[in-house]
Protein backbone atom coordinates (compact mmCIF):
# COMPACT_ATOMS: atom_id res chain seq x y z
CA UNK A 1 0.00 0.00 0.00
CA UNK A 2 1.42 3.24 -0.72
CA UNK A 3 1.92 6.11 1.77
CA UNK A 4 0.80 9.57 1.37
CA UNK A 5 3.92 11.70 1.55
CA UNK A 6 3.26 14.53 4.18
CA UNK A 7 3.21 18.03 2.87
CA UNK A 8 6.72 19.81 3.54
CA UNK A 9 6.31 23.28 5.53
CA UNK A 10 6.66 26.45 3.52
CA UNK A 11 9.95 26.88 5.06
CA UNK A 12 11.10 23.62 4.42
CA UNK A 13 10.15 24.08 0.79
CA UNK A 14 11.81 27.37 0.05
CA UNK A 15 15.54 25.21 2.21
CA UNK A 16 15.16 23.00 -0.82
CA UNK A 17 14.74 26.15 -3.30
CA UNK A 18 18.06 27.45 -2.40
CA UNK A 19 19.83 23.97 -2.43
CA UNK A 20 18.64 23.89 -5.80
CA UNK A 21 20.25 27.36 -6.53
CA UNK A 22 23.32 26.64 -4.79
CA UNK A 23 23.65 23.42 -7.02
CA UNK A 24 22.80 25.66 -9.74
CA UNK A 25 25.81 28.29 -9.32
CA UNK A 26 28.29 25.67 -9.05
CA UNK A 27 30.73 25.91 -11.92
CA UNK A 28 31.34 22.25 -12.26
CA UNK A 29 27.09 21.32 -12.83
CA UNK A 30 26.58 19.16 -15.76
CA UNK A 31 24.01 20.12 -17.85
CA UNK A 32 21.56 17.27 -17.31
CA UNK A 33 21.91 17.96 -13.70
CA UNK A 34 21.26 21.64 -13.99
CA UNK A 35 18.05 20.84 -16.20
CA UNK A 36 16.89 18.55 -13.41
CA UNK A 37 17.63 20.96 -10.58
CA UNK A 38 15.64 23.19 -12.76
CA UNK A 39 12.90 21.46 -12.81
CA UNK A 40 12.31 20.45 -9.06
CA UNK A 41 13.12 24.37 -8.29
CA UNK A 42 10.04 25.14 -10.70
CA UNK A 43 7.81 22.84 -9.01
CA UNK A 44 8.70 23.72 -5.43
CA UNK A 45 8.40 27.11 -6.81
CA UNK A 46 4.55 26.06 -7.37
CA UNK A 47 4.10 24.62 -4.25
CA UNK A 48 5.59 27.52 -2.79
CA UNK A 49 2.89 29.65 -4.42
CA UNK A 50 -0.03 27.25 -3.69
CA UNK A 51 1.15 27.19 0.06
CA UNK A 52 1.37 30.88 0.03
CA UNK A 53 -2.38 31.60 -1.73
CA UNK A 54 -4.17 29.11 1.01
CA UNK A 55 -2.23 31.27 4.20
CA UNK A 56 -3.83 34.60 2.45
CA UNK A 57 -7.02 32.82 2.10
CA UNK A 58 -6.96 32.40 6.00
CA UNK A 59 -5.65 35.57 6.86
CA UNK A 60 -8.27 37.34 9.05
CA UNK A 61 -8.05 41.14 10.15
CA UNK A 62 -9.78 43.13 12.85
CA UNK A 63 -11.65 45.73 12.31
CA UNK A 64 -12.21 48.64 14.21
CA UNK A 65 -15.57 47.52 15.81
CA UNK A 66 -13.49 44.70 16.92
CA UNK A 67 -14.69 41.77 14.53
CA UNK A 68 -12.87 39.39 12.48
CA UNK A 69 -13.26 39.51 8.95
CA UNK A 70 -11.42 38.31 5.74
CA UNK A 71 -8.51 39.94 4.57
CA UNK A 72 -8.70 41.98 1.17
CA UNK A 73 -4.99 41.79 -0.73
CA UNK A 74 -6.32 45.33 -2.30
CA UNK A 75 -5.85 46.88 1.27
CA UNK A 76 -2.29 48.10 3.08
Not at 6 to 21: D, M, P
Request: aromatic share 6%; glycine share 6%; hydrophobic share 35%.
Amino acid sequence: MAEKKKELSLEENFSGLEELLDQLEREDISLEDAFEAYQKGMKLVKTCNDQIDRVEKQVLKLTEAGQLEAFDNGEL
